[in-house]
């Protein structure tokens, strides 16, 4: 069956590391998602990318980044880690753009700051 | 002031209840209205979507869209201990960003008790 898998599924790193965050999809999906979410925020958009060498910013992108290489892989690379990145992490894909596409959750990554 | 603005909760009702969850807005342009029900430690997943005003029923699930009032509700009816969980509303249209980029309200945890 397609999924969409991220890893690791928890992680702890201290302050000024630079982390990567994995997101594999197998849906063959062209939209691809990274949000964080924090109590009382809600799921807020970091990166997305509608394709292969497209990506653009979200809502809170500052300090993150994201590369698209292939359809099936987005990594979130946090350059330098500072606690207020500790959150949980959920990666998203889709499948076109154009109109409204069903986006469909990995299981998250839960990042510690310290 | 957010967008996306909805009642963290936590609500708790007995079994068999009628839950009403609801979200309001600011933004005019959302065309595409959705709930996603996120179990504890995994990822949302895509409940119903609306487009647009009008009413959407789903077995016990019924979704309304108010767009004059910028209001949507989402309606449990006889619920259950295995519809525990946090319930996130969503929004998004073609002039407020695009149609896959979602605005998620804080989300709403609900506990349903036998």
């Known amino acids: 069956d397609a999924e969409i898998t991220q890893s690791p599924r928890h992680k702890i790193t201290e302050t000024g590391r630079q982390v990567t965050l994995a997101c594999h999809q197998t849906w063959n999906h062209n939209n691809m998602f990274w949000y964080r979410q924090d109590l009382g925020h809600g799921l807020r958009l970091i990166h997305y990318?509608?394709?292969?060498?497209?990506?653009n910013k979200g809502e809170v992108s500052d300090g993150y980044s994201v590369s698209r290489s292939n359809t099936e892989d987005l990594p979130l690379t946090l350059e330098s880690a500072a606690s207020s990145q500790t959150s949980v992490y959920f990666c998203a894909s889709s499948e076109k753009q154009g109109s409204y596409n069903e986006q469909f959750f990995g299981p998250g990554t839960r990042l510690t700051v310290l | 002031q957010k967008e996306v603005e909805q009642d963290p909760g936590p609500l708790s009702v007995p079994e068999g209840a009628i839950v009403s969850l609801n979200c309001t807005y600011s933004n005019s342009a959302f065309q595409y209205f959705m709930w996603y029900r996120q179990y504890s430690r995994k990822g949302p997943e895509l409940l119903m979507y609306t487009y647009s005003s009008g009413n959407k029923e789903d077995g016990r699930f019924t979704a309304q869209v108010d767009k004059s009032s910028k209001y949507i509700s989402l309606f449990i009816r006889d619920s259950q201990p295995s519809d525990s969980a946090t319930y996130l509303c969503a929004m998004s249209g073609y002039l407020s960003g695009g149609y896959n980029k979602l605005i998620f309200g804080a989300g709403t945890r609900l506990a349903v008790h036998p």
């Open positions: 990318s509608y394709g292969v060498q497209d990506t």
